[in-house]
């Protein structure tokens, strides 16, 4: 198809969701691209979750200057983060400081300011720092409407290798429509099927050799409906097994920057498929992961 320099879309207004913890830097730092980049706005939330009344004793009260004090501290560790790892930047952005759960604060922010993008640390890769960073992304995506980007500590700038998984359906082509605001010209895009072990037959090739050809046809749909930046270099990959774990190794061997998935909604049964393949992604993706709920607000 026709490719179009025009069709990168920008962000306007990113959220970035900050906890002062060293796994921000890289956050915080990809963040300032994107920014500068698009002249994006941006607002910098940190939640504090208010500590009990009394200790576990109870029988000791926590007198409000502990928590005033407790407040004065983050606030000022994040903004000192924020001079550190955005120089010059920083100082255009708005801080923000709620009480409250991140997940719950970060996407009640979001809707209040319209943001394109929420900015967020992926956590270390240590398993119990990871599980936490994951499951903060993972609540945050349950909330939201607004894509998500959750950084991976080693991220060093914008993506330049983009994995975008799709299995044809709206949600997947949704995700690559949102990230197209990340292919700039040079960047590397491979659109990833995987084909489950429970519809590859193996014994029968020519069934293979059908379903392949059908995935074919169906990535040339997709790029007919999803118009590509100029100077994008597209890739067509076809895995076969298990859906997150495939996509997870593939990223691992070619080095990707990023994994672009979508979720699959907020009701039960939707929430359920949300539970399988982004969540493992998320949970063990070593790069990063942007991850795009259903009904993505149009800009």
């Known amino acids: ?159 330049r290798r983009v994995v975008a998984a799709t299995d044809f359906s709206a949600t997947s082509e949704r995700a690559l429509a949102a990230a197209l605001a990340f292919l700039d010209a040079g960047v590397k895009l491979e659109l990833v099927h995987v084909v489950p072990r429970d519809i590859s037959m193996g014994v029968w090739p020519a069934w293979d050799d059908a379903y392949e050809n059908a995935v074919r046809a169906s990535f040339a749909d997709l790029r007919s409906r999803v118009a590509l930046p100029a100077g994008v270099d597209v890739d067509e990959v076809i895995l076969y097994g298990d859906p997150a774990n495939e996509l997870l190794n593939h990223a691992e061997r070619t080095r990707a920057d990023v994994i672009v998935t979508g979720t699959h909604g907020h009701g039960a049964i939707t929430a359920a498929m949300l539970g399988r393949v982004s969540t493992k992604l998320i949970r063990g993706a070593r790069c990063s992961v942007f991850a795009v709920p259903p009904e993505t607000r149009a800009s």
Not at 9 to 32: E, N, Y
Not at 96 to 109: K, N, S
Not at 110 to 115: F, K, L, V, Y
Not at 127 to 143: H, K, N, Q, S, Y
């Open 1 to 159: 198809m026709t490719q179009s320099p025009d069709t990168r879309r920008k962000f306007q207004v990113l959220l970035l969701a900050s906890d002062g913890s060293p796994a921000m830097d890289a956050t915080i730092g990809i963040a300032q691209r994107l920014a500068e980049r698009d002249a994006a706005t941006v607002r910098v939330v940190t939640a504090v979750e208010p500590l009990p009344m009394v200790t576990p004793e109870g029988n000791l009260p926590l007198v409000p200057e502990i928590e005033a004090s407790r407040h004065e501290a983050l606030e000022r560790h994040v903004r000192e983060q924020l001079v550190r790892c955005a120089p010059g930047a920083s100082a255009q952005w708005t801080v923000q400081q709620i009480d409250g759960r991140p997940d719950a604060t970060i996407a009640r922010v979001a809707q209040e300011i319209r943001a394109d993008l929420i900015v967020l640390g992926l956590g270390e890769h240590g398993m119990i720092d990871r599980w936490f960073g994951g499951e903060t992304a993972l609540r945050v995506l349950r909330l939201v409407r607004t894509p998500v980007l959750a950084v991976a500590p080693a991220a060093a700038g914008l993506p």
